[in-house]
């Protein structure tokens, strides 16, 4: 990952994927899906490569998942590639958005499990 991505993912829990859209030809479609795409709440940036049909967006998983995009992709006119290998990472993202947000709300864990080994009696009894 370039320095100049890294820099704009925002959280920790950002995450950054590729669509092939096979419908996408020019770059006026491209400008409609950065301005329909990026007023979802929780996208954070989108790319758009016509000449290679590809999006590329970077989004939190905490507030929009992975299943979601593709919903509105389809809604706005661009549905993404429906093949096999598609299919399968598209499952796998979907996945690892889910444990991302059920992670993200996940209450803190205490500070310390074992009160005495502050004290420096580490794995020693009293």
């Known amino acids: 990952m370039s320095r100049d ?6 959280g920790a829990w950002d995450t950054r994927h590729w669509i092939n859209v096979p419908g996408l030809a020019h770059e006026a479609d491209g400008m409609k899906l950065r301005e ?23 989004y939190d998983q905490t507030r929009v998942d992975y299943h979601t995009l593709l919903q509105n992709l389809e809604a706005l006119g661009f549905p993404a ?9 598209g499952a796998w ?3 690892l958005d889910r444990n991302a947000r059920e992670n993200a709300n996940v209450p803190e864990p ?6 005495r080994g502050i004290s420096g009696n ?5």
């Open 93 to 95: 993202f979907q996945y």
């Open 122 to 126: 580490r794995g020693r009894k009293s």
């Open 5 to 10: 991505q890294f820099i704009r993912m925002r």
């Open 110 to 115: 205490p500070c310390c499990s074992n009160p």
């Open 36 to 58: 329909q795409l990026g007023e979802i709440t929780g996208v954070g940036g989108v790319e758009c490569y016509p000449a290679k049909r590809r999006v590329r967006i970077t």
């Open 81 to 89: 590639s429906g093949g096999w290998w598609a299919r399968q990472k």
